[in-house]
């Protein structure tokens, strides 16, 4: 079974932190991807990474960055939390090719609050 | 741009009866679309999938259509069972791996 792990279920944080969320895959999956879920607008990616240190935005990219240094960990950064940032954070990776390549594995989720 | 839309944000079904959840695309070029369940407190985890070369995947309870002509895309649940309810998703890509999600539809089955 794929695992994805995420660092945190549950962070509370104050505007102007910088903050980190690590995700690790142990399925030895190529891509990797960051996502905010909030009511009423369902999953919305941040930033995707096809393989080690390459990373490429998704369609909310503002206010977050990347690390991807190991093909199993990929990290998401907050460089200055603000409280629009309070989410749900979800990790997923997929393998490249193949039948099921287009599935996705995600995470539990990270309940980001910034206060 | 909402290029893959759920339009009911929620739906109830009464126990044993037939769940049908609805989804619509904007994006001609998706050529493959998923469904995702997923739980209060945990990530969402793959239901069903369909190819765009297809009109119907079956999985037990679980079926999925695709109209392509209408651009729509539907799950259905028979029978629908309490631990079905959940959060649904529908997800489409176009040739690659990066996936478009809907908002959402949480279901409710009664006893």
């Known amino acids: 079974d794929v695992k994805v792990t995420q660092s945190s279920r549950y962070l509370v944080k104050r505007t102007g932190e910088k903050v980190f969320l690590e995700c690790v895959q142990d399925m030895d999956h190529e891509n990797m991807f960051w996502y905010r879920q909030d009511p009423g607008l369902g999953l919305r990616l941040i930033y995707f990474s096809y393989d080690v240190k390459m990373k490429e935005k998704g369609d909310i990219p503002e206010g977050y960055s990347v690390s991807r240094e190991k093909k199993e960990r990929f990290s998401l950064i907050l460089e200055s939390a603000s409280t629009n940032q309070t989410s749900m954070y979800l990790c997923a990776s997929s393998l490249t090719g193949g039948l099921h390549s287009y599935e996705q594995y995600f995470g539990p989720g990270t309940r980001l609050t910034v206060t | 741009d909402q290029q893959v839309k759920q339009n009911s944000p929620s739906l109830s079904v009464q126990e044993g009866r037939i769940s049908i959840l609805n989804c619509d695309y904007t994006n001609s070029m998706f050529d493959y679309f998923l469904w995702y369940k997923k739980y209060p407190a945990e990530g969402p985890t793959f239901l069903i999938s369909?190819?765009?070369?297809?009109d119907k995947n079956e999985d037990g309870r679980f079926t999925v259509f695709l109209n392509k002509s209408a651009k729509h895309l539907s799950l259905h649940i028979v029978p629908s069972q309490p631990g079905d309810s959940a959060v649904y998703f529908c997800?489409?890509?176009?040739?690659?791996?990066?996936?478009?999600f809907g908002q959402g539809t949480r279901l409710t089955i009664n006893p």
């Open positions: 997800a489409a890509s176009e040739g690659a791996q990066k996936l478009v």
């Open positions: 369909i190819s765009s070369i297809k």
